[in-house]
């Protein structure tokens, strides 16, 4: 993660989080935090990466050599 990154959700999430109005929003941290790690981790691992390995289960060499 480069330090734009962090510095946007920290004034994204953090500091708006910080206001009354946004508690609701904010409090359930399961509903947005959980899901965000998660595409963050599905997003590291390169595009279409899953696609990728199922693909190469049924290729008839069974994926062993480079295309």
Known sequence: MSVSNISAFFYTVVVSCMHPLNWEACLPIQDWLFPAVHD????????????????????????????
Do not use: C, N, V, W
């Open 40 to 67: 963050y981790i599905r997003f590291k691992e390169g595009i279409y990466a899953s696609e990728k390995r199922s693909l190469q289960q049924f290729r008839l060499d069974g994926g062993q050599t480079k295309p």
